[in-house]
């Protein structure tokens, strides 16, 4: 069984349409990456995963569970973490008080991750503990998410555009972040707009076309096959 399944998923935003039976799983401890041009619906995708935009129909399911139309707190509790691409970091509480909140108990037959090990992560975190979150940089609040959203204890994580407007070093480093928590046995989605780093990260790539799969490969197969890429991914 897999560790999540989504199974003919389709969501609404008014009258408009936007996934049109999206498929695929994820077993624990992998890493795949959710592609497609902007409007494609991988973000759509992410948040009806996640309970914070409300399936019209399918299934989701969680070590067997099922999640469509649970609310978004009962997903999280249930094992499923998001990190936004808005980021949302609360402003008034420290650096520190963001991750306390966020912290959850231990799993049964999972890494149980402390604040301490998101400051070994990212060091620059201890540094600015006791800062307030709203002032730190789009760099350090991006980090916090993802630290926040760990603390969870998740068995999967779903991380929406995390280097998007990042500089390179921090890119980087995020990047080796996100491999080790693979490597931890959490399982994770990413959206990316950068391919480079999603191919580098990720054992299994999908990507998105008018709200459905169109593509369900490894990273290899993506690189071989350019048609797929020049109707899907490239902008002429």
């Known amino acids: ?37 902007n409007g494609s619906g991988r973000s759509t995708a992410m948040k009806a995963i996640m309970g914070l935009v409300s399936p019209t129909g399918g299934s989701i399911k969680l070590n067997g569970a099922e999640l469509a139309g649970v609310p978004a707190y009962k997903i999280n509790r249930a094992g499923l973490a998001y990190v936004p691409e808005e980021r949302l970091a609360f402003d008034h509480l420290t650096v520190e008080e963001n991750l306390t909140i966020g912290l ?17 992560y990212f ?14 940089s789009g760099g350090e609040q991006q980090m916090l998410t993802l630290c926040r959203s760990l603390l969870g204890q998740p068995s999967v994580i779903l991380i929406d555009e995390p ?7 921090i890119v980087e480093h995020l990047a080796e972040v996100i491999r080790d928590i693979a490597q931890q046995g959490v399982a994770s989605i990413l959206v990316e707009q950068k391919m ?21 490969g490894t990273p290899d197969e993506l690189l071989s096959t ?6 899907w991914l490239e902008v002429a």
């Not at 060091?123 to 730190?136: D, T």
């Not at 280097?163 to 070093?169: D, H, I, R, S, V």
Request: hydrophobic share 40%.
């Open 196 to 216: 480079t780093i999603a191919l580098k990260l990720c054992s299994r790539c999908l990507i998105m076309g008018h709200g459905s799969i169109v593509f369900n």
């Open 163 to 169: 280097t998007e407007g990042l500089a390179p070093k």
């Open 104 to 120: 959850a108990p231990a799993r049964r037959n999972s890494k149980t991750w402390t604040i301490e090990d998101m400051y070994a």
């Open 1 to 37: 069984m897999s560790l999540l399944s989504v199974q003919n998923l389709h969501a609404h935003y008014g009258k408009s349409h936007i996934l049109h039976g999206v498929n695929f799983s994820l077993e624990a401890g992998t890493s795949v990456a959710l592609l497609g041009r």
């Open 226 to 231: 350019p048609s797929v890429r020049r109707e």
């Open 123 to 136: 060091p620059r975190l201890k540094e600015r503990r006791n800062v307030k979150a709203g002032s730190i």
